[in-house]
Each structure stands twice: as C-alpha cells, then as structure tokens.
C-alpha cells in the first residue's frame, strides 16, 4: 500500500508544475487531499528522496541558466564604455530597463 501511494506520488511530481522555488510543502499542501496518498507522510525518507530526484535537475538547470545569464551580463558591461567609475547602478538599471542597452549593443554587433 505504501509503494503504491509513493508511486502516486511520483506520478503527481511528474503532473506538477515545479520550478526551481518549489519546495515540498507547496507540493505536499497542493496533493495532501489525493486519497491515494493515505499510509505516506510529508516526512517520510522515501517522499523526500523522491522529491529530491525529481527537483535537483531542476534546481541545477535553473542555477545554470543564472550563470549564463550572469556572464552574458558582465561581457556585455565589460564591452559597455559608458559605464565609467562614477557611474551609478540606479541611472544603469533605468537604461536597461528602457531597453537602450540592447539597441546599443546590437549595434555594436553585441548583446545579451
């Protein structure tokens, strides 16, 4: 009965839209109510586990999807000459919020 309900449980973790901010309490409240799940506990060693299967790949794909993103970022700041020792990160941010910096660097042959 417990490996069925476990098995059910992956099925829901599989159904689940889970990000790299999920936890299991936002799964485990969202699927409580699933009667298949009776006889399994939110802390019970093989939910965890199964859980941890299921939202590592997860979780790493995101983290390296930052550092891309972080790199991207600092080539493009490295190639940017406006930006000089007095400049500030507010008048910075608004500039690539405006979208300015893309246009500049596209025309530079550039880009994020």
Not at 40 to 54: F, S
Not at 76 to 83: C, F, G, I, N, R
């Amino acid at each position: 009965r417990k490996a069925a309900a476990l098995e059910v449980a992956r099925e829901l973790m599989d159904k689940a839209k889970l990000s790299a901010n999920s936890t299991l309490d936002s799964f485990w409240l969202a699927v409580a109510d699933d009667g298949r799940l009776a006889g399994v506990e939110k802390t019970d060693k093989k939910l965890v586990q199964l859980w941890h299967l299921k939202i590592e790949p997860i979780r790493a794909e995101a983290r390296e999807h930052t550092m891309k993103l972080k790199e991207a970022f600092l080539a493009a700041l490295e190639k940017d000459h406006t930006v000089t020792e007095s400049s500030s990160w507010s008048k910075y941010k608004s500039k690539l919020e405006s979208g300015r910096f893309e246009e500049e660097q596209e025309q530079e042959g550039g880009g994020l």
